[in-house]
């Protein structure tokens, strides 16, 4: 789950972290009065959950309220990478003296938190990696022990801090790790963090994705955003409810599978036949004649569909009850696109008969089934 | 030989009282595994499927001489119910569950290490050994023959997909390891052809990856310089959209890195022909076996 910057800065206060001292607004007006409450030079900024918003336009710096308020009423009305912006973020421009990378996030290959952090903050991680990359400073965190006092000092300065700063950045990185640790945090950036000319750290941005695995733990900071945890259409709630992964594409073929690899190793032979998915649909295992119809039921309610392909390898989900329920969508007529079936693995014989006597044809390899129904999407344009 | 699992095996099953450990206990017993005990605490004395449950890992272990774990316990119990067969020196450790979070995944996995033992998974279909008659695991057995071909996967039916086109062709597999489709997993691609490449059993290997990371890339560096077997590989998620999660945890492409592009290129790099379709496994195999 993604938090939105105010979000996060909500909590990086709760723990103690110092931020720009500013507030949320949802209008021109609000923003206005932010500016005010502020008194000083402002910077507004759009609260969106995606990166590269100041290249999009989406953050803008006022001298005045009055200014703050135009600005926001811009920024409201953008979109940034097809995102709408619904709240900006009216926050006191600061006196920087340094700005900081912050940022902790999962190694995949270790299989720790690492913290990272860079003395030359401002541009993107990946920016800097091609840059400097010496310039990056990273320490894995040993998932027991946790991030110790010294080790938080060691990080900071190897980025370049002395005297005082080195004391005070290392409570940021433990403060943040706390945070990490607290909120089962699957990765957070702070880019800039501001090193102030009267020797503040303050966190100016934020980023903080909590690991969805875990967010069983947190329903309460989840209530309290008065908020869904993710942005999604309705096709994807219905599938997210259903405990089906579900992502939509710019083809117009539908997949519906089950196991993601097997989804994926779909999408790519459909492509690899000259056709482009719509559809990315894992049912996940073992799903029953009800969950394969609601499966077809979701994936036809997204417009861009001409075809769907049903490939299914049974192991722990049965063919038999897979074409039970194709044979229910099809019956309740919930499929109005030419239709395509794979179907082996468990009860696979079973499965072909209930398909046989209701007249529909199935394939047996993938790649026939790919080929197939590519070409009934061209004969259909 | 084969690796990691083998006839002398005798397993345990954590949460074998629950609907997914009933369910797979029997299909694992039915396949031959040598389920000797399962554990659900303040159960002890029931059986499930005949077997008996114990309140504890290690009054399980003592009382059966179990010596591997299969898990089903719910992911918000799973890290401490690996934890608890690590406690007790099982080895492997297989974590079925899916959706465990990703601290007690590290957890796991380093308490792990620093006693040798291997975890397979999280979000695994588990480990089969099919000349032993054991698979420690939830993947259909009947696609898996016998034979002299290591593989290794992220995922689970694409898995079966590529062992039933093997069989089908004839082609006999010694071990097949679901490594899992976490971001964090246990056993790693590099460690799994290193299993592979030190098996006498193993005349060649098949890696099965999927876009997100750079295990695979990894992988290819190691084979490039370690590996004298034949190695082929196929990649799922060609066609992915970067930011996506597609299905997997892991299978994400973050900005250009966990391209499925990059990983093929390392591979061909590495001298290990690279499949365009699940079915082409079985001839590249054939050209190198």
Redesign the interface.
């Known amino acids: 789950m993604k938090l939105f910057e105010h979000e996060a800065k909500d909590i990086f206060r709760a723990f103690g972290m110092q931020t720009p001292p500013g507030g949320v607004a949802k209008t021109p007006e609000e923003a206005k009065k932010r500016a005010a409450e502020v008194g000083k030079p402002v910077v507004v900024k759009a609260q969106v959950l995606a990166g590269k918003r100041g290249k999009a336009g989406g953050v803008k710096f006022a001298d005045t309220p009055e200014e703050a308020a135009k600005h926001a009423e811009e920024i409201l009305k953008m979109k940034i990478n097809n995102l709408p912006v619904k709240a900006v973020l009216v926050e006191e421009k600061l006196d920087i003296q340094q700005e900081i990378y912050a940022g902790i996030t999962v190694d995949r290959n270790e299989r720790k938190y690492v913290i990272i952090g860079s003395g030359a903050g401002g541009m993107s991680i990946e920016e800097l990696a091609e840059e400097s990359p010496e310039k990056i400073i990273k320490h894995h965190v040993e998932p027991d022990f946790g991030l110790q006092p010294f080790e938080a000092r060691e990080i900071a300065i190897a980025m370049g801090f002395s005297g005082k700063n080195i004391s005070t950045l290392a409570g940021f990185f433990l403060k943040l790790w706390e945070i990490v640790k607290a909120q089962d945090v699957e990765l957070t950036e702070i880019n800039p963090l501001i090193l102030t000319a009267d020797g503040r750290f303050l966190a100016a941005d934020a980023r903080l994705n909590i690991d969805d695995n875990a967010l069983y733990k947190h329903k309460k900071l989840i209530e309290s955003l008065k908020r869904e945890p993710m942005e999604q259409n309705e096709r994807e709630r219905e599938a997210t409810q259903e405990g089906m992964a579900y992502v939509e594409l710019d083809g117009d073929i539908a997949c519906i599978c089950n196991g993601a690899g097997l989804t994926m190793a779909t999408l790519d032979a459909v492509s690899l036949y000259g056709g482009k998915a719509s559809t990315f649909l894992d049912l996940g295992g073992g799903s029953d004649a009800e969950r394969v119809e609601k499966g077809i039921e979701i994936a036809m309610k997204y417009g861009k569909v001409k075809a769907i392909l049903v490939n299914i390898m049974g192991g722990i989900t049965r063919c038999d009850e897979v074409a039970k329920g194709i044979v229910a969508a099809k019956r309740d007529g919930d499929i109005t696109v030419p239709l395509v079936i794979r179907m082996v693995g468990t009860n696979e014989e079973e499965g072909q008969e209930i398909l046989r006597q209701a007249g529909i044809p199935f394939l047996k390899t993938m790649e026939e089934a790919a080929q197939r129904v590519v070409s009934l999407v061209e004969e259909g344009a | 030989m084969v690796v990691l699992v083998d006839k002398d095996t005798r397993v345990i099953i954590q949460g074998i009282t629950g609907s997914q450990g009933t369910?797979?206990s029997e299909s694992m017993l039915m396949y031959g595994t040598k389920i000797v005990a399962g554990v659900r605490a303040g159960k002890q004395g029931e059986e499930v499927n005949g077997i008996p449950v114990y309140d504890s890992v290690k009054a399980a272990r003592d009382a059966q001489n179990a010596n591997a774990s299969v898990i089903f316990v719910p992911?918000?119990f799973a890290g401490d119910a690996a934890l608890e067969a690590i406690a007790a020196d099982l080895n492997p450790v297989v974590v079925i569950t899916e959706?465990?979070?990703?601290?007690d995944?590290?957890?796991i996995?380093?308490?792990a290490k620093r006693k040798d033992i291997t975890v397979i998974g999280p979000n695994t279909?588990g480990i089969i050994t099919p000349s032993a008659k054991q698979k420690l695991g939830?993947?259909?057995g009947h696609?898996f023959s016998g034979g002299r071909v290591g593989l290794m996967?992220?995922?689970?039916?694409?898995?079966?997909?590529i062992a039933?086109g093997m069989t089908n062709a004839g082609i006999g597999i010694s071990t097949a390891i679901g490594l899992g489709?976490d971001?964090?997993?246990g056993l790693?691609p590099i460690e799994a052809v290193d299993l592979f490449n030190k098996d006498s059993g193993t005349d060649a290997i098949v890696l099965?990856g999927?876009?997100g990371?750079?295990?695979e890339e990894?992988a290819a560096a190691y084979i490039k310089d370690h590996v004298k077997k034949p190695a082929v590989a196929?990649i799922?998620?060609?066609?992915?959209?970067p930011g996506?999660?597609?299905?997997?945890?892991?299978?994400i492409i973050s900005?250009?890195s966990g391209t499925a592009a990059a990983k093929i290129e390392a591979f061909t790099d590495a001298g290990v022909p690279v499949a365009?379709?699940?079915?082409d496994i079985a001839k590249l195999l054939k050209d190198v076996l």
């Open positions: 369910f797979h992911a918000p959706h465990v979070p990703v601290f995944e590290m957890r996995i380093h308490a279909p939830i993947m259909p696609v996967s992220r995922s689970g039916t694409l898995t079966y997909e039933a489709g971001p964090c997993v790693t099965v999927e876009i990371g750079d295990a990894r196929f799922a998620g060609r066609t992915a959209p996506k999660r597609m299905g997997h945890a892991g299978a900005g250009s365009e379709k699940p079915s």
